[in-house]
Nanobody, 128 residues
Framework: QVQLVESGGGLVQAGGSLRLSCAASGRTFSNYAMGWFRQAPGKEREIVAAISRSGGSIYYADSVKGRFTISRDNAKNTVYLQMNSLQPVDTSVYYC?????????????????????WGQGTQVTVSS
């Protein structure tokens, strides 16, 4: 069992930045590939960014490429999402997710149904 707790959300003006953190507890963090998803009202939950267990492979959705950066610190059991140049369309609840992977795994995962554990979400609101 892994517990995930997101933090860092809030209200920001368009063009501003936020840094989300997701702290994991309960198991060896480096055994998990991680992802950030978001869900806006009335829309499906969508992938934002994903990172392999070592951090060597990274994926970004086209909508955030060049503006968001995912990273992880396995010593701190934490994954981050640095969000720059935020726009109103980025307004959503942001969730982190964890997928248990074998030690030899080098990939990332982009589908919701691939993930085993989810955080409770943190609200990000971008005003125009």
């Amino acid at each position: 069992q892994v517990q995930l707790v997101e933090s860092g959300g809030g209200l920001v003006q368009a063009g501003g930045s936020l840094r989300l953190s997701c702290a994991a507890s309960g198991r060896t963090f480096s055994n998990y590939a991680m992802g950030w998803f978001r869900q806006a009202p009335g829309k499906e939950r969508e992938i934002v960014a994903a990172i392999s267990r070592s951090g060597g492979s990274i994926y970004y959705a086209d909508s955030v490429k060049g503006r968001f950066t995912i990273s992880r610190d396995n010593a701190k059991n934490t994954v981050y999402l640095q969000m720059n140049s935020l726009q109103p369309v980025d307004t959503s609840v942001y969730y982190c997710a964890a997928k248990r992977v074998p030690y030899y795994s080098v990939g990332y995962y982009t589908r919701r149904d691939e993930y085993d554990y989810w955080g409770q979400g943190t609200q990000v609101t971008v005003s125009s």
